[in-house]
């Protein structure tokens, strides 16, 4: 069975950062498309980042240049680095696994496992 875990949301000033973790098991990440997405209250769930199975990336438009999607296929996790936290930003972000060949992975139903979530807060 496919588990995802987020870890380190929170709450930080504007213009801060913070790191969030998704360890997954059940799957390995080097066969596997991962991506962040991000819901905030009232809104749909929309893409943050993606990266695939050989570590090439993709970004939201309106966080390139201040996220960073990595992972560690040894640690089987995947982590987002977000610089320069803009209250825009605040909403519960979550990882998912993809296990399509569809190419289509800033859509939410291109991810068949979801973490459970975690807490973003940039206060203004």
């Known amino acids: 069975q496919v588990q995802l875990v987020e870890s380190g949301g929170g709450l930080v000033q504007a213009g801060g950062s913070l790191s969030l973790s998704c360890a997954v098991s059940?799957?390995?990440?080097?066969?596997?498309?991962m991506g962040w997405f991000r819901q905030a209250p009232g809104k749909e769930r929309g893409f943050v980042a993606a990266?695939?199975?050989?570590?090439?990336?993709d970004y939201a438009d309106v966080v390139k240049g201040r996220f960073t999607i990595s992972k560690d296929n040894a640690k089987n996790t995947v982590y987002l680095q977000m610089n320069s936290l803009k209250p825009e930003d605040t909403a519960v972000y979550y990882c998912?696994?993809?296990?399509?060949?569809?190419?289509?992975?800033?859509?939410?139903?291109?991810?068949?496992?979801w973490g459970q979530g975690t807490q973003v807060t940039a206060s203004s």
């Open positions: 059940g799957r390995t990440l080097s066969r596997t498309v």
């Open positions: 990266i695939s199975w050989s570590g090439s990336t």
């Open positions: 998912a696994a993809s296990t399509s060949n569809s190419g289509a992975y800033r859509f939410v139903n291109a991810y068949t496992y």
